[in-house]
């Protein structure tokens, strides 16, 4: 469902990306791990079609992210990092004007807002001006319009920085109730949301992949040194308690 292939991002002379590859299949739900600046958001905005590589490739469902980005990310849901949004729209005018831009046509726009708004359980935040709403519920917001034209890959760039713990676990329910009928990737900071909701975790420093496996690896090398110093180089937020990301 999505491949990067080698790919490369440089800011200048900084090597943001370096030769990042890996595919992703209907049913996993990739969370991508790594410290500020390692490149993860250059990553997915390369994959959402929003940036592009100086080297290697990207596809989604077999359409390159570059050539045929109307076709790919017409198959793709992007939470850009910050989940931006409209100020003045309200959720639920956000939600159809994307799905308006996307062409769909106006019972499919009402039918896909309303079950947007019911997933994301924006409640009555659904008519209220995004400007004026909380930064969880702006969160939900924005993730309503990734989701609404349900695609077939979700690229979420951090969907559950900044809420709180009853909120991070509806994200992750929801993303957990979508994950086996989409390829999903997340980033994250919270190591402690790979096992709960990624059946395979990627760790990226200075844009390489640093390990590539299953959440089970990963918790078993974090006990061994190898990893749990990469965590410490790589100055991993890694709160021990639920509490303590409150
Ligand atoms: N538009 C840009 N212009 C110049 N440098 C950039 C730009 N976007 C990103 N960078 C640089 O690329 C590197 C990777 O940034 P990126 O945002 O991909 O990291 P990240 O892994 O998402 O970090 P964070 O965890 O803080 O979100 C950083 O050094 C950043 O300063
Ligand atoms: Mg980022």
Same mark, same amino acid.
């Given at each position: 469902?999505?491949?990067?292939?080698?790919?490369?991002?440089?800011?200048?002379?900084?090597?943001?990306?370096?030769?990042?590859?890996?595919?992703?299949?209907?049913?996993?739900?990739?969370?991508?791990?790594?410290?500020?600046?390692?490149?993860?958001?250059?990553?997915?905005?390369?994959?959402?079609?929003?940036?592009?590589?100086?080297?290697?490739?990207?596809?989604?469902?077999?359409?390159?992210?570059?050539?045929?980005?109307?076709?790919?990310?017409?198959?793709?849901?992007?939470?850009?990092?910050?989940?931006?949004?409209?100020?003045?729209?309200?959720?639920?005018?956000?939600?159809? %004007?994307?799905? &308006? !831009?996307?062409?769909? $046509? #106006?019972? @499919?726009?009402?039918? +896909?807002?309303?079950?947007?708004? =019911?997933? *994301?359980?924006?409640?009555?935040?659904?008519?209220?001006?995004?400007?004026?709403?909380?930064?969880? %519920?702006?969160? &939900? !917001?924005?993730?309503? $319009? #990734?989701? @609404?034209?349900?695609? +077939?890959?979700?690229?979420?760039? =951090?969907? *559950?920085?900044?809420?709180?713990?009853?909120?991070?676990?509806?994200?992750?329910?929801?993303?957990?109730?979508?994950?086996?009928?989409?390829?999903?990737?997340?980033?994250?900071?919270?190591?402690?949301?790979?096992?709960?909701?990624?059946?395979?975790?990627?760790?990226?420093?200075?844009?390489?992949?640093?390990?590539?496996?299953?959440?089970?690896?990963?918790?078993?090398?974090?006990?061994?040194?190898?990893?749990?110093?990469?965590?410490?180089?790589?100055?991993?937020?890694?709160?021990?308690?639920?509490?303590?990301?409150?």
């Amino acid at each position: 469902m999505l491949v990067a292939d080698r790919l490369i991002k440089n800011f200048g002379s900084h090597r943001a990306v370096d030769d990042i590859s890996f595919t992703l299949e209907r049913g996993e739900v990739l969370g991508f791990l790594g410290p500020n600046g390692a490149g993860k958001t250059t990553t997915m905005r390369m994959l959402a079609g929003c940036l592009e590589p100086d080297g290697g490739s990207a596809s989604i469902a077999g359409y390159d992210c570059v050539a045929q980005r109307l076709e790919a990310q017409s198959r793709l849901g992007f939470l850009p990092e910050g989940a931006p949004a409209y100020p003045a729209m309200t959720p639920r005018g956000f939600v159809r %004007f994307g799905l &308006r !831009a996307r062409g769909f $046509a #106006a019972d @499919a726009v009402n039918r +896909a807002t309303g079950l947007a708004i =019911e997933r *994301t359980r924006l409640g009555e935040a659904a008519d209220q001006p995004i400007g004026t709403l909380s930064k969880g %519920f702006k969160r &939900r !917001a924005a993730l309503a $319009a #990734a989701i @609404a034209h349900d695609p +077939a890959v979700l690229v979420l760039d =951090e969907p *559950t920085d900044g809420l709180d713990p009853n909120q991070k676990d509806g994200v992750r329910n929801l993303i957990r109730e979508m994950a086996h009928e989409k390829a999903i990737i997340i980033s994250t900071h919270i190591l402690e949301e790979v096992p709960a909701v990624c059946s395979r975790a990627m760790i990226v420093a200075r844009g390489k992949i640093l390990f590539d496996g299953s959440p089970k690896t990963l918790a078993e090398q974090g006990q061994d040194h190898t990893v749990e110093s990469a965590f410490r180089d790589l100055t991993l937020e890694r709160p021990q308690t639920r509490e303590s990301v409150v």
